[in-house]
């Protein structure tokens, strides 16, 4: 017995069972969870720290009290709310699941024209592009008052929603990318993009650098403060994107990750080289990034890859128009009216957590979350005009906490697209596709 032991060990070591193709997500999920609860140890010691400190200089000295929301503590400065895209902001600590029933308009500010991208918020202004048929324009608004601090109104279109770098606000345009200053509008600089440029993609900033991409092709590393390139592709095919995909560029461990009709790319951000590249025949979304798991919608289905060798993890149904991760979970949707339900995966496995259906008949059409709470855009069709909205919803169940009605119209088209809400220091910001205002939501 003991001599088949020992070929049995030996065996075992010649032969090892091949490991398990998650293990290694396992592992870094594992990891990430030490290192955080290491880093919850240190930071309240440190926060210990800096109180006993804190009051001591308050004994001394009142002459210079500290703001309660510093300005730029929960900024939401680009499409996504940062590189990654992942449609949440962890900075957000005001709004609850136990008070966000308590929401009511602030504010709502006539532009104009369909504020149909997705605001940002950045050291107390709101930036948000609006696009009217051959019109299309940029506009700054404070978040206190809702007052139009500048706008920009002669934009070729469509404009995507902005990005703002380092007192610059970034905005692709229907044939490039300009970029304003953030305190007066002013422009300061302009670049086209490549010949036969169908829709530029919101761009992305990482590491002081905006990115770029254009449909059908081409992608740039710019200098946010001059426009400067620091590489280019104008080769790289995407093929044309679908109006109600979209595709995109999320940033996010040292690469660039761009979705388009036909390709996923994974690029270096350094030079631009691509990595590697997933091919499908129909329409990719914008991809999201996060805990080195890519996530992209393949037409109709989701598909989780491996940021560094592209690697299928899982795929599974919902084929959101954006997707939403915030604590461990991806947030989708069931796109189109044919279907009509909000999904709630496991990002590891991608099992199902949970799923419903909006309230009354609505149907979801984006998403963001914040602290805890899922926000969900959504438009129905009641007789001949299209009624839009957004309600919040508790992410652990999918239970509906507040919903509030923005507007109804007459369009001249159906909304494909509606603006991923976006939410910093207690406001909820989204703009009412089709009714020309951009709506702020506060306690």
Known sequence: MNENRALMERAYRLFPEPEDPFESLRRRRDRKRRNQRVSAVVFTLLLLAVAIGGAIVLLRSSEHPVPANPPGAADWSQFGSGPGRTFSNPAETTLTTENVAGLHVAWSTDL????????????????????????????????????????????????????????????????????????????????????????TFPPAVAE??????????????????????????????????????????????????????QHLFALDASIGSTLWKRWHRYAIGMPLVADGVVYAIFHNYLVALDTSTGAELWSAGPDSSNLVFEHEVVFGHLHGFSSNLIVALDAFTGAELW?????????????????????????????????????????????????????????????????????????????????????????
Do not use: C, Q
Not at 165 to 170: C, H, M
Not at 223 to 251: F, H, N, Q
Not at 390 to 410: N, Y
């Open 208 to 261: 002081a650098i905006v990115y770029v991409a254009s449909s059908p092709r081409g992608i740039a590393a710019l200098d946010p403060s001059t426009g400067e390139e620091i590489w280019g592709d104008e080769d790289l095919s995407m093929g044309a994107a679908w109006p109600y995909m979209g595709g995109g560029i999320a940033v996010a461990d040292g690469s660039v990750f761009v979705g388009g009709a």
């Open 112 to 199: 104009g024209r369909d504020v149909d991208t997705s605001p940002v918020v950045v050291d107390g202004i709101v930036y948000v592009g609006s696009n009217h048929k051959n019109e299309a324009g940029l506009a700054a608004v404070d978040v206190s008052t809702g007052e139009i601090l500048w706008s920009v109104e002669t934009l070729p279109p469509p404009v995507t929603s902005p990005a703002v770098a380092d007192g610059t606000v970034l905005v692709g345009t229907g044939i490039g990318v300009s970029a304003f200053d953030a305190t007066t509008g002013a422009e300061l600089w302009s670049k086209p993009g490549p010949t036969g440029t169908e829709m």
């Open 355 to 443: 799923s419903r259906r909006p309230a009354s008949g609505e149907h979801a059409a984006s998403m963001a979350a914040a602290n805890g709470v899922l926000y969900v855009y959504h438009v129905a069709w009641p007789g001949r005009r299209w009624r839009v909205g957004i309600e919040a919803l508790d992410p652990s169940a999918g239970e509906i906490l507040w919903t509030s009605r923005m507007g109804t119209w007459i369009p001249g088209r159906r909304p494909y697209e509606t603006p991923p809400p976006a939410i910093s220091d207690g406001v909820v910001y989204v703009g009412g596709s089709g009714t020309h205002e951009l709506f702020a939501f506060h306690l």
